[in-house]
């Protein structure tokens, strides 16, 4: 059954992509990327309401999942965090860029953006998840910050085609094959993993930008995966790397960085549409 809700969300996903690139194309629902061309801008809605109705789908008794109420909530707030990625997507202004320019914009002009907004949303979603993933005060201390910081991640990867994606894998990967993902949780992993791979073909080639929207949404999504599934010492170490990583991107284009590096750049490439 698991695979059926597989099989069917990846289909559905890639219809739902489809026409949303076609629908976004005509009303004009486009961003530069870094090519600086038009292309249609946060086909990553789609996401977060397949995940949405994949769990309500999970939780039907004809399918036999084990179902708990959490994973519900968890799919809720990943549209919470997709809703503040459209509006920084489609409402944000340029001018301010970087975690420190939205908050001295607000704390120096008192101008709240809507990357202000993102940041405490995703803080917020992040806090109510490790309260529903459970653990000590200390283990749910580690298990926000590593959310968090993993929205923050993806969102900072989705500068090229296919990166965010790429990302994302590697950290779903990194929880189900050096951790143990619960079964509750198991079928929103399937359900971000179609939604995924039902995007990778108009993304890798650079024809839609998923925007904030989906990379809020991947990245709550890979932070409530790995802080459900891997013990504290390695959410720690993460939580640590993925706040480092943050600081270097501050002052430091990570793009130069791959670009730089032999097997950053090829890896990067990989799968996307020779330049």
């Known amino acids: 059954m698991k695979a059926g809700i597989f099989v069917v969300?990846?289909?559905?996903?890639?219809?739902?992509?489809?026409?949303?690139?076609?629908?976004?194309?005509?009303?004009?629902?486009?961003?530069?990327?870094?090519?600086?061309?038009?292309?249609?801008?946060?086909?990553?809605?789609?996401?977060?309401?397949?995940?949405?109705?994949?769990?309500?789908?999970?939780?039907?008794?004809?399918?036999?999942?084990?179902?708990?109420?959490?994973?519900?909530?968890?799919?809720?707030l990943c549209l919470l965090v997709a809703v503040a990625g459209w509006l920084?997507?489609?409402?944000?202004?340029?001018?301010v860029k970087g975690f420190t320019g939205h908050w001295l914009a607000f704390f120096k002009e008192r101008?709240?953006?809507?990357?202000?907004?993102?940041?405490?949303?995703?803080?917020?979603?992040?806090?109510?998840?490790?309260?529903?993933?459970?653990?000590?005060a200390w283990s749910c201390t580690v298990n926000v910050l590593l959310i968090a910081l993993s929205i923050n991640v993806i969102n900072l990867l989705d500068l090229r085609p296919g990166r965010a994606l790429k990302g994302f894998w590697l950290l779903i990967a990194i929880s189900y094959f050096i951790g143990e993902v619960p079964p509750v949780y198991q079928p929103f992993l399937l359900l971000t993993l179609a939604v995924t791979?039902?995007?990778?073909?108009?993304?890798?080639?650079?024809?839609?930008?998923?925007?904030?929207?989906?990379?809020?949404?991947?990245?709550?999504?890979?932070?409530v995966l790995l802080a459900s599934s891997l013990p504290l010492f390695l959410?720690?170490?993460?939580?640590?790397?993925?706040?480092?990583?943050?600081?270097?991107?501050?002052?430091?284009?990570?793009?130069?960085?791959?670009?730089?590096n032999k097997w950053l750049r090829t890896l990067d490439q990989l799968g996307r549409q020779q330049e």
Do not use: W
Not at 112 to 123: C, I, L, P, S, Y
């Open 9 to 76: 969300s990846l289909v559905i996903s890639k219809l739902l992509i489809h026409c949303v690139f076609r629908g976004f194309a005509r009303r004009g629902r486009v961003g530069l990327n870094y090519r600086e061309e038009k292309v249609p801008l946060g086909y990553g809605i789609v996401m977060p309401f397949v995940i949405l109705a994949g769990t309500v789908a999970a939780a039907s008794p004809l399918l036999f999942i084990q179902f708990d109420s959490r994973l519900l909530i968890i799919a809720m």
């Open 88 to 95: 920084d997507d489609y409402y944000g202004s340029s001018s």
């Open 111 to 136: 101008n709240v953006t809507t990357g202000a907004v993102k940041a405490v949303t995703g803080f917020f979603c992040a806090f109510l998840s490790a309260v529903l993933i459970g653990g000590s």
């Open 197 to 223: 791979l039902a995007s990778a073909s108009i993304d890798f080639a650079g024809r839609a930008m998923m925007g904030d929207t989906g990379s809020n949404t991947l990245g709550f999504a890979a932070g």
């Open 235 to 260: 959410r720690l170490i993460l939580s640590i790397s993925f706040l480092a990583l943050h600081m270097y991107a501050e002052s430091v284009s990570l793009t130069r960085v791959i670009d730089q």
